[in-house]
């Protein structure tokens, strides 16, 4: 008896082992695919989900159901405990993720935005069901004009445009319901200022250029109103698509917290607060008039000479669009980014520690050649407080107003010495505002 045995567990272990090995083989190819670029000209659907096997189930079901258009399945797990790993171990034909801790929304969002092949990207909550024509009236509405940035379709249950008035029982009748509304009808397309993130959809132009979705949110909320409003900063539209209907169950996710959710609520309230201090103000500058008709993207609402890495033990000086990897110990701090936004930088030739420490020691002290007024050629990277008591940087011949005390503390650069100009003793024009920069917890992006 004790042969049979042995080989069972042989077996089970070898199977286990070849499992692990296939499924991290696959996720790392999939990483490497989604940095590189789109591989198919269809739309990859991001479903994060926490413990809602069934609702998870019903929306696959419907999008296997309702979708001809070319699209890919990613299926991103926050450590769920209720049967969904091994759901997905079961389904044929999806890409999944699971993670061994809960992320959050924008956490799994993330990590399936970098395992995305497709031309066009959509995130998607697990307990959504989608309907006839879905898909494709969406995708004709974003690529009718190519300013249009991020579309979602109305809805049953949400907060906010995207709520429209239903009257139908039970899922038969929501699918003849939809069936009848879901005309693809150009007149019914909405710009609106707030697009929630329970159905987005957006290319990845869209998606190189914001960037990732910001981890400092916890679980969910709010972060979907940080991703809209930096691609309205870059000068693109939300648009709600008036003409399209999917059924969303509503907050199942957020709903199983219980007592925890006003104060996760409120904590995302609180950060975007301080992320932002007045959004709506800086949409109306005269900073966007000078942007017209030029492709913005997240390296323009970030600084200049500054430390930074990525997910390597890789610092950089950044300075003039360009990234200098730092030899040595320069005892400065470095900010995090995605390694997406690290990219995009150009790279420059190694940089010894000595010379950024004495690049950042000249920031940090008081420039005596700059004290005249009249003098009006401040240094790239140099601290700038103007009569209204705002603080700029000096980057690429334009002054960029920093968004709030938060964003210079995010990149560390509160130590530099800021220099002090009536509005009358420059001549430079006003670029794009400096905000802080997404906050990546996963050590993977």
Known sequence: MRKPVQRKAGYNSGYNSGFRSGYNDGYDRGRQVGMLGPSFEGTSIIIPTYNQMNYLRECIESIRHYTPESYELIIIDNGSTDGTAEYLKSVVGIRYQLLPNNLGFAGAVNQGLMLARGATLLILNNDSVVTTSWLGNLLTCLHSDPRIGIVGPVTNYISGNQLIATSYQGMEEMQQFAMTYNQSN???????????????????????????????????????????????????QLIIAKDTFIHHYGSVSMKSLNGRFDQIYGRNLSFYSNKWSDPHGYLSFNWLVNMEGIQLRSLDFYPTCMIVRGISATIYWVENGMRYPISGDCGVDSIRVAQLDLRCWRLGEDISSDEVLQRVLALQRIDTEQQDSSVNTLVEGRLVQVRDGNVYQLKGGKLHRFMNMQAITSWNVQTYHVTHLAHNQHNYAEGPPIISAPLIKASNI
């Open 186 to 236: 150009a007149e019914q397309w909405m710009v609106t200022s707030r697009l929630t993130g329970f159905c987005m959809l957006m290319r990845r132009e869209t998606f190189m250029n914001v960037g990732y979705f910001d981890e400092g949110f916890e679980i969910g909320n709010c972060e979907d109103d940080d991703y809209g409003l930096r691609a309205r900063l870059m000068g693109l």
